[in-house]
């Protein structure tokens, strides 16, 4: 499944590419990007864990940078 979510208040490019490479190593992970300048990020991962995959990278982003908030 390959879904798009809006990241609110991401400020910084350096803390995108850090989220980048965190959720890809997330198990499920098929194919990640977060996007700095539109302020989206595209995950691709396993159907039947998909929800709890975002769950878990919507954590992973809140640890990077505590301002920013992944809308599920």
Known sequence: ???????????????????????????????????????????EADDDRFDEIAAQAAKLCKKIEPDCQLVL
């Open 1 to 43: 499944m390959k879904k798009t979510f809006k990241l609110l208040d991401l400020d910084c490019a350096h803390c995108a590419q850090k989220m980048e490479d965190g959720i890809r190593k997330l198990d499920g992970v098929q194919k990640v990007t977060v996007n700095f300048l539109s302020q989206k990020l595209t995950l």
